[in-house]
């Protein structure tokens, strides 16, 4: 497959060969589906906490005496059939993280990847760096591509902590390095802008 290469301009500088093993590959969508879910919950912090009858405060004391009231026996006031009681099989701090194999990780990402391709939501550029922190400088550069307004991905071999500033107070636009390059966010943004420098590091990590 080829692609356009651009430069800040939206010159086209080229064409470039994207990597058919990458940017070919089968769509796998359960298998997405499934990388999602596991990114999803390892952000989920598990700590709702519910109290049992041990840990309520209070109920120390019988409530009446065990005979000759006429009432059901009880032994405390924090029972969880009594208002103001325990929680019976309530939440718990827990995790809830699950692992993915990591080939099938390769294999979800490089699946998202072709679709990208095959829908033609993939802008290659020569490079985007950004001499100093400027949110003017980022927003006429994604205003040349024609990506105002979309939820856009920038991807670069590492990350450029200018480049990082400048985008800050663009809505929907976020920069990743390629090796933080994931399903979720992948999936996310409408439009993925690579670099040359990181086209050349994906085909590494996933060719």
């Given at each position: 497959m080829l692609i356009s290469l651009k430069n800040k301009e939206n010159q086209e500088k080229g064409q470039v060969h994207l990597n058919p093993t990458v940017f070919e590959a089968e769509i796998a969508v359960p298998l997405m589906h499934q990388v999602v879910k596991m990114q999803l919950a390892?952000?989920?912090?598990?700590?709702?906490?519910?109290?049992?009858?041990?840990?309520?405060?209070?109920?120390?004391k019988k409530p009446w005496k065990q005979k000759g009231t006429g009432r059901a026996r009880a032994g405390s006031s924090r029972s969880p059939v009594w208002v103001g009681g325990g929680t019976i099989f309530g939440p718990r701090p827990r995790s809830y993280d699950f692992s993915v194999p990591k080939q099938m990780r390769k294999t979800a990402l490089k699946s998202a990847l072709s679709v990208k391709a095959k829908d033609g939501q993939i802008t290659l550029v020569e490079e985007?760096?950004?001499?100093?922190?400027?949110?003017?400088v980022v927003a006429n550069y994604l205003k040349a591509l024609g990506l105002v307004g979309k939820k856009v991905l920038i991807l670069d071999q590492a990350i450029n902590p200018n480049l990082y500033?400048?985008?800050?107070?663009?809505?929907?636009?976020?920069?990743?390095?390629?090796?933080?390059?994931?399903?979720?966010?992948?999936?996310?943004?409408?439009?993925?802008?690579?670099?040359?420098?990181?086209?050349?590091?994906?085909?590494?990590?996933?060719?």
């Open positions: 390892k952000r989920r912090s598990g700590d709702a906490c519910t109290k049992t009858r041990g840990e309520v405060s209070g109920g120390g985007f760096n950004v001499d100093e922190p400027k949110t003017k500033k400048s985008i800050r107070n663009l809505p929907n636009v976020d920069v990743l390095p390629v090796e933080g390059l994931n399903l979720y966010d992948l999936l996310w943004h409408e439009q993925l802008v690579i670099t040359q420098a990181a086209l050349e590091k994906i085909g590494e990590r996933l060719g």
